[in-house]
Structures are given as structure tokens and as C-alpha cells.
Nanobody
């Protein structure tokens, strides 16, 4: 069974910083792409930042230059350092992990999500 556990988040004033962390785990699983997504009630979930096992990154235009995603492959962990936060960054942030594991002569796996953590930025 795969678990994706997030930590961090909270309330901060505009211009401040927060750091989100996420650890994925599962017996026999390896995790390929991992990343952070966010959702505001009434809108669609959007990609914030993703990172491959090899370290390639991709960011939403709205966070480029302010957010940095990093990865620790040995611990299946990713972090999202968020600087110069703005009120429009307020959302529920969720960690995503794409995991696979050998199963018999094949492979099992899929997309796994954390429970979400709230980030609120006050003006």
C-alpha cells in the first residue's frame, strides 16, 4: 500500500515564505514523477511544480522565480520552498507521486495523492 504524507503549510503574510514537504512510501515501490498541485474551491486543480526522478523540473508560470522544488530520491521525498508568497497563492496544496512496483511478471502502479495541506496568504 502506498502512502503519501505531506507536512508544512499554514498561514503567512504576503511576502513571507513557507516550505512544504512530502514523503511517498510503499513496499517495493519506486516513484518517478512527483510534484505539487493546488486547488481553490470552485476552480480546477492546477500544477504548481513537478520534478522527475532525474531532477528535471517544471513550474507553473505564476510561481516561476518564487517557488523551488527539490527532491531526495533516497527517501522518496520532495520539498517545495515558497518565497515571496502572494494572496493568490492561497489554496489547498496536494502532493502527487507516480509510483510503480514489480508484480509477478509485470508491473503495478498508478497515481497517488496526499491528503492536502492548506496554505493561506494574508494581504
Amino acid at each position: 500500500q502506498v502512502k503519501v504524507v505531506e507536512s508544512g503549510g499554514g498561514l503567512v503574510q504576503a511576502g513571507g515564505s513557507l516550505r512544504l514537504s512530502c514523503v511517498a512510501s510503499g513496499d517495493g515501490f519506486s516513484f518517478n514523477d512527483m510534484g505539487w498541485y493546488r486547488k481553490v474551491p470552485g476552480t480546477r486543480r492546477e500544477m504548481v511544480a513537478v520534478i522527475t526522478w532525474g531532477g528535471q523540473t517544471n513550474y507553473a508560470d505564476s510561481v516561476k522565480g518564487r517557488f523551488t522544488i527539490s527532491r531526495d530520491n533516497a527517501n522518496n521525498k520532495i520539498d517545495l520552498q515558497m518565497n515571496d508568497l502572494k494572496p493568490e497563492d492561497t489554496a489547498e496544496y496536494s502532493c502527487h507521486a507516480e509510483g510503480t512496483a514489480p508484480y509477478g511478471v509485470g508491473v503495478i502502479g498508478g497515481d497517488y495523492w496526499g491528503q492536502g495541506t492548506q496554505v493561506t496568504v494574508s494581504p
